[in-house]
């Protein structure tokens, strides 16, 4: 198992423009996540799904969108990239659909100038 | 919401010694409280968590504890080494609400 993963690795993006953060996991899980950290703050939840069709608001959800077609697949959308999305990006998934036992990917850096 | 609290923010201990660090949450409802290792560059990783259920529960090096009434929850390593280094996360989750809540963080540096 390749567990969860995450691409691209690093990305540079200008103000207003928009990308999707890829993020993809083999073990089957329903529950799925997207958290940002940044310094000193710990890791926030953006958005999460706990099924495919099927996605909620976490704590800070502007700015941000997803979509859940496939199990295996839990893309984070920035529409309009702004300096304050500057951040690491978490992906992570879970076999408890109540998001218990959360296992993170290796991270996504972002820098919007 | 939930709000968790953690502390210290840094930590230092020489090798062999023990480490400890303490976490707060401020939501009753909160019924699972796992804690995370992250290393430089790399995602968290899940090292031990704890039901409401339960008060303590130890993996070899690593214990955690639990105090339901007053809302605090820790982590504790023995026999610390220098692979031990690393940030560590707290966190609480309303498995009702599917939310995990992190604290902001410990780094702990492990004196060789």
């Known amino acids: 198992n390749a567990g969860v993963t995450q691409t691209p690795k690093f990305q540079v993006l200008k103000t207003g423009q928009s990308m999707t953060l890829q993020c993809a996991q083999d073990?089957?899980?329903?529950?799925m996540s997207w958290y940002r950290q940044d310094p000193g703050m710990g890791l926030r939840l953006i958005h999460y799904?706990?099924?495919?069709?099927?996605?909620d608001q976490g704590e800070v959800p502007n700015g941000y969108n997803v979509s859940r077609s496939t199990t295996e697949d839990f893309p984070l959308r920035l529409l309009s990239a702004a300096p304050s999305q500057t951040s690491v990006y978490f992906c992570?998934?879970?076999?408890?659909?109540?998001?218990?036992?959360?296992?993170f990917g290796p991270g996504t850096r972002l820098l919007v100038l | 919401g939930e709000n968790v609290e953690q502390h210290p923010s840094t930590l230092s201990v020489q090798e062999g010694d023990s480490a400890v660090i303490k976490c707060t949450y401020s939501?009753?409802?909160?019924?699972?409280f796992p804690w995370y290792k992250q290393e430089l560059g790399k995602g968290p990783q899940l090292i031990i968590d704890?039901?409401?259920?339960?008060g303590e529960k130890k993996d070899q090096r690593i214990a955690v504890t639990l105090n339901k009434t007053a809302k605090h929850f820790s982590l504790h390593i023995t026999e610390t080494q220098p692979e031990d280094s690393a940030v560590y996360f707290c966190?609480?989750?309303?498995?009702?609400?599917?939310?995990?809540?992190f604290g902001s963080g410990t780094r702990l540096q492990v004196q060789p």
């Open positions: 073990m089957n899980h329903e529950y």
């Open positions: 704890i039901r409401s259920n339960v």
């Open positions: 992570a998934s879970s076999y408890s659909a109540s998001g218990e036992t959360q296992y």
């Open positions: 799904s706990v099924g495919a069709g099927i996605t």
């Open positions: 966190a609480a989750v309303d498995t009702g609400r599917r939310a995990l809540t």
């Open positions: 939501d009753s409802a909160s019924n699972y």
